[in-house]
C-alpha cells in the first residue's frame, strides 16, 4: 500500500507548457505539502495545504499553483514553464493534532525537466 | 524563521565503520522536533530517526542514534556498523511544534550530507 502516491514519475516539456503532476496519500493525514528539491539537493517548501486552505506560500512564482480536490489529494499545475523549473518535486503529507505533529511521509518525487 | 546547517557537504567511511553526521539548528522555538532523512539513489525520503525536543533522552532507532544538545543547538546522527545500503544523502530537518503551527509550517531542511559507505 503505497502512502504517498505522485504521478507521474518523470516528465520531460518544452518551455512554455502547461502541466501538472498529481498527488494522493491514504494516510488520512489533515496536511499536505509541495516540496522543490532543485540541482544541488536542496529541499525547499513550496506549499502546505491544511483540510483545503493554503497554509504557507514561499516565494513561488504564481505560475505555480496547488489544487486540492479533496483532503487526500494535492495536485501542483505550473503554467508557462522555464527552464529554471527543472526539479524534482516532492509531495508530503502529515497529521497535525493540538500537541503533536507526526512526520511527513513524503511520495517518491516527479522529476521535471523542462527542455 | 529556522536554520538549519549541515557543515559535511560529503563523508566517505569503510563497511562496519561507525560515522558521525553533524546538524546544527537556528531557532527562538523553546519546543519543537528534530529529524534525519535518509535519500538513497533512488530518490525516496526515509524517515531514519526523530527527536522531540522536550525529550532529554536521545533517540535510538537499532543502528542509528542521535547526540541531541539543546542548549548548543545541535543534533548530529551516529550510524553504527555502517552498512553499503546506507549510503544516501542525509537531510537534517527541524519542525516547529504544533501549537506554534508547525504542521502548517512543515520542514526545514539543511542542505544534506553525502554518505558514502566503501566495501
Known amino acids: 500500500d503505497t502512502a504517498v502516491s505522485q504521478t507521474p514519475k518523470y516528465l520531460v516539456t518544452q518551455m512554455g507548457n502547461d502541466k501538472s503532476i498529481k498527488c494522493e496519500q491514504n494516510?488520512?493525514?489533515?496536511?499536505m505539502y509541495w516540496y522543490k528539491q532543485d540541482s544541488k539537493k536542496f529541499l525547499k517548501i513550496m506549499f502546505s495545504?491544511?483540510?483545503?486552505?493554503?497554509?504557507i506560500n514561499e516565494t513561488v512564482p504564481n505560475r505555480f499553483s496547488p489544487k486540492s480536490p479533496d483532503k487526500a489529494h494535492l495536485n501542483l499545475h505550473i503554467n508557462s514553464l522555464e527552464l529554471g523549473d527543472s526539479a524534482v518535486y516532492f509531495c508530503?503529507?502529515?497529521?497535525?493534532?493540538?500537541?503533536?505533529?507526526?512526520?511527513?511521509?513524503f511520495g517518491n518525487g516527479t522529476r521535471l525537466t523542462v527542455t | 524563521a529556522q536554520t538549519v546547517t549541515q557543515s559535511q557537504p560529503e563523508m566517505s567511511v569503510q563497511e562496519a565503520e561507525t560515522v558521525t553526521l553533524s546538524c546544527t539548528y537556528d531557532t527562538s522555538e523553546s519546543n519543537y522536533y528534530l529529524f534525519w532523512y535518509k535519500q538513497p539513489p533512488s530518490r525516496q525520503m526515509i524517515l531514519v530517526i526523530r527527536?522531540?525536543?522536550?525529550?532529554?533522552q536521545n533517540a535510538t532507532e537499532n543502528r542509528f542514534s542521535v547526540n541531541f544538545q539543546k542548549a548548543a543547538k545541535s543534533f548530529s546522527l551516529k550510524i553504527s556498523d555502517s552498512q553499503l545500503g546506507d549510503t544516501a544523502m542525509y537531510f537534517c530537518?527541524?519542525?516547529?511544534?504544533?501549537?506554534?503551527?508547525?504542521?502548517?509550517?512543515?520542514?526545514?531542511f539543511g542542505k544534506g550530507t553525502h554518505l558514502i559507505i566503501q566495501p
Open positions: 530537518a527541524f519542525m516547529k511544534h504544533a501549537y506554534s503551527g508547525g504542521g502548517a509550517d512543515g520542514l526545514t
Open positions: 495545504y491544511n483540510n483545503k486552505e493554503l497554509i
Open positions: 494516510l488520512g493525514h489533515d496536511t
Open positions: 508530503a503529507s502529515s497529521q497535525e493534532g493540538s500537541s503533536y505533529n507526526s512526520p511527513l511521509h
Open positions: 527527536q522531540e525536543a522536550y525529550k532529554q
